[in-house]
């Protein structure tokens, strides 16, 4: 029962974590019609800062603050510089450029960072594992990812359903013409939700950071479950992103974590324990596939009515 | 357009064809293909190999045999199917005398048929695959490395005469992964409570391995993650407050490469390797001493062997007199290994496996800096294990 608690816990620290890519990603896909398959490389650059400014500061917390901010501003010149040419465009020119744009990241962290990677430590007072429930030892800085993600993804809800930026980004989402039309200063809105997406992104790489790992082309294999996600929740919608990357997460981690056991008792040892890996990280995509045939929008798209 | 393209492969394919060199063309050089990973987030390990091999030539003054030596590089990019085109390349256009490098088993397995049949040598010098030590082995193979069961086994040894009892296994789901983990389980005496093989190499998040392996109770768990997935376990470790715990034994997954960003999370983790910095001899004192001053950083295993690789060729090519094609006084010159090499003495067995010991190695620091020390030797001059299915005998 307690290793069940714990999986749980690590698959809703998991689909947390996604959610802040995915919730950018949708953002910028939904309001702007713009695939952007940079993200994963604000992603990255929001570890490498973090690490950096960690580093300078000698503080995790200023460090992390600084990383966002950073991201946050890189995120908003990249708009302004690259983003705004693409509007408007053929979504393979999306591809073609945002592609373009993974190469530039990855050359440019290369060239600053070199090409080693970088290691942010976990702060010594999140560096152990503490007691959540009785019985139940969970790691303190994974908990700490619970309860920052959660309070971002209040933050955002508050954002974007209860504030008059916020009804702008809905009002985007669903019909971007009407929204320019009615004079709404569409290049700033732009401007701000592609900011506030890549600081999500900055936010989740730099969050990640201490367990997994600070390097070249880190952003590019959880981009694609960012992607799942989007599809999943249905395209523009952030509570629809929440509710798919924590199916995502827990599906995934209770996967990996019961499946062998089922598939050994199924299939035998030597046949269960090779198919278990490659069947449990199929089922997310085939969780994709069936929600694609029920509700081919996601489940909660941002144009249905 | 498509006629040109046609008539452009036909060219590239009569220019593939076999045109015999006769044996008294005079070699104007040697010509060495090298292949490993050069990009990616294990970029730094075939960089690592890359200096090492040079290294070597320099100390050789960049000839061998009194021939000049053309090295040329390609990266695999961890992918058999491109480390299997780039062998293709080396072979059949660039027409290298030698193949070495290879970092990864699935890759060097994907690749060694072209390389074989094309009777170019092969000297592996690290990808532990064990079927081209055992059935598929061949004259034209040779490793300075190990197979992958091997180093698991002298820590499965060392586990059994500590005493260790139970152990909860973890490693990446891929040909190197299921044969170290097989290799281990061979040898370990005690009980193995559970095993795992995770999706590799895109899985990095082990939490719920490690979840797993505490609600096991073992005393001890066994992992294999060689390149950066060595951090973020060693790392998650010690959050899912498991360091201090349960030991932690492990292959290839601590090397000079990763152990700066590993730092505390690896103190006191144990690994068995045949080389390590600290060896006495004189060529490794040498080779050590030179690496840091030329490239300022500490050599990995990955360095040691492709140095041993590059000396390995060397000393064949001298024995020859740079008369390359008579293949068989290669071959011949190759199996005698009358090279210095950095883990001591150095012997092939029948399958062109180095017959070789292996030490125990624990993570310590002094002052600010992490390093291997070596504790202990856990066997002493063994063969490698699959030189009974070898035809070569």
Known sequence: MTLFIEQCLNGLQFGLLLFLLAAGLTLVFGIMDLVNLAHGSLYMLGAYFAATFAAWTGSFVIGAVLAIIATLLVGMALEVIAMRRLYGRDHLDHVLGTFGLILFFDEAVRLIWGPGGLSLPVPAWLNRSIEILPGVQYSAYRFAIIIVTLAVAAFLYILVMRTRVGMLIRAGASNREMVGALGVNINLLYTLVFGLGAALAGLAGMIQAPILTVQIGMGENILILAFVITVIGGIGSIRGAFVAALLVGFIDTLGRAFFPQILVELLGRQAGSTAAPALSSMLIYILMAVILIVKPQGLFSANSR | ?393
């Open chain 2, 1 to 393: 357009m498509q006629k040109t393209f046609l008539a452009a492969s036909a060219a590239l394919l009569l220019a593939a064809g076999p045109v015999v060199s006769p044996a008294w063309a005079q070699q104007k050089s040697v010509k060495i293909g090298f292949v490993s990973t050069f990009s990616g987030p294990v970029a730094s390990i075939g960089n690592d190999m890359r200096n090492a091999f040079e290294l070597a030539l320099d100390h050789m003054g960049r000839k061998m045999g009194g021939l000049p030596v053309e090295m040329i590089y390609e990266d695999d990019t961890l992918k058999p199917e491109v480390g299997k085109q780039k062998a293709e390349k080396l072979v059949e256009s660039d027409k290298v005398d030698f193949v070495s490098g290879f970092i990864w088993s699935n890759v060097v397995y994907a690749s060694y048929k072209p390389i074989v049949d094309a009777k170019t040598f092969l000297i592996i010098a690290n990808a532990g695959e064990t079927r081209l030590a055992g059935q598929n082995c061949s004259p034209f193979i040779f490793s300075t490395s190990w197979t992958n069961d091997q180093n698991p086994i002298a820590v499965a040894d060392y586990m059994n005469q500590k005493g260790v009892k139970s152990v909860y296994l973890i490693g990446p789901n891929y040909a190197a992964g299921k044969e170290n983990l097989a290799g281990f389980k061979s040898a370990f005496k005690g009980k193995v409570l559970g095993e795992d093989y995770t999706t590799w190499p895109s899985q990095l998040d082990f939490s719920a391995e490690l979840a797993k392996a505490k609600a096991s109770k073992a005393d001890a768990v066994y992992m294999f993650y060689p390149g950066a997935a060595g951090v973020q376990f060693l790392n998650q470790y010690a959050q899912a407050g498991l360091k201090g715990s349960i030991p932690l034994y492990t292959t290839f997954s601590i090397d000079s490469l990763s152990l700066p960003r590993q730092k505390d999370a690896a103190l006191g983790v144990i690994s068995a390797l045949q080389w390590s910095a600290d060896l006495p001899n004189d060529a490794n004192k040498k080779f050590v001493d030179d690496f840091k001053k030329k490239f300022g950083s500490e050599p990995s295993f990955y360095a040691a062997q492709s140095y041993d690789a590059a000396m390995l060729i060397g000393s064949a090519v001298t024995a020859v007199k740079g008369n390359l094609g008579d293949k068989a006084a290669v071959q011949k010159a190759l199996e005698k290994a009358d090279f210095k090499s950095v883990r001591g003495d150095f012997k092939f067995g029948s399958n062109h496996y180095p017959t070789q010991s292996f030490y125990m190695q624990e993570v310590v620091k002094t002052g600010d800096s992490y390093t291997q020390k070596t504790i202990a030797t856990a066997e002493k001059n063994v063969p490698n294990p699959h030189a009974k299915q070898c035809s070569m005998k």
